[in-house]
């Protein structure tokens, strides 16, 4: 039972690179999330999914755009990098109902040059 | 804009004393609470859970007590271990992302030999 499955670990990208970070569960959860992890700053949600096939916008959505055709896959894609993108980037997924804390993955540390 | 915590403070404790860590949260509506550990290099793991009709929650070395009257969360953690060095994070569900949470900015907890 992996849980939630990042990848990749580390990515630079140069301005104006368009790339996809790939989040994938294996606990039949309903849920996913994105957030971004900047200094001093927590946790900031960017977007959600409660099933496949449907998704919304979280906190910090411009720049980033997800899709959920399955209910294991969330992937999170940037269309074109900019250096206020550079962060870590984190997925979790969560049950609905009672007791949802979310499990997260090992993060995504993305640097835009 | 709602916010949970303050800017990232950092507390030190000596091995084997008690940890308190702090958190206020602004949105009275919230009514689910979690705390969240983070390690370096991980993703966040759940510790411990509350809801707001819980005045106190008890896990193993771990109590949570919510002060809906003043918007107060904290953490306890007894006996605190080297291992317990990490940041905190609090989380609230404003329920204005689903299931989704609204994180503090963290603690850092240094536990000192």
């Known amino acids: 039972n992996a849980g939630v499955t990042q990848t990749p670990k580390f990515q630079v990208l140069k301005t104006g690179q368009s790339m996809t970070l790939q989040c994938a569960q294996d606990?039949?959860?309903?849920?996913m999330s994105w957030y971004r992890q900047d200094p001093g700053m927590g946790l900031r949600l960017i977007h959600y999914?409660?099933?496949?096939?449907?998704?919304d916008q979280g906190e910090v959505p411009n720049g980033y755009n997800v899709s959920r055709s399955t209910t294991e896959d969330f992937p999170l894609r940037l269309l074109s990098a900019a250096p206020s993108q550079t962060s870590v980037y984190f997925c979790?997924?969560?049950?609905?109902?009672?007791?949802?804390?979310?499990?997260f993955g090992q993060g995504t540390r993305l640097t835009v040059v | 804009g709602e916010s949970v915590g303050l800017h990232l403070p950092t507390l030190s404790v000596q091995e084997g004393d008690n940890s308190i860590i702090n958190c206020a949260y602004s949105?009275?509506?919230?009514?689910?609470f979690i705390w969240y550990k983070q390690e370096s290099g991980k993703g966040p793991q759940f510790i411990i859970d509350?809801?707001?009709?819980?005045d106190k929650r008890q896990g193993q070395r771990v109590t949570v007590l919510l002060n809906k009257t003043v918007k107060h969360l904290s953490l306890q953690i007894a006996a605190t271990q080297p291992g317990d060095s990490a940041v905190y994070f609090c989380?609230?569900?404003?329920?204005?992302?689903?299931?989704?949470?609204?994180f503090g900015p963290g603690t850092r907890l240094s536990v000192l030999p």
């Open positions: 979790a997924s969560s049950y609905s109902g009672q007791g949802y804390e979310a499990f």
């Open positions: 606990m039949n959860h309903e849920y």
């Open positions: 999914s409660v099933g496949a096939g449907i998704t």
């Open positions: 949105n009275s509506a919230s009514d689910y």
């Open positions: 509350i809801r707001s009709n819980m």
């Open positions: 989380a609230e569900n404003t329920r204005n992302y689903g299931q989704n949470f609204v």
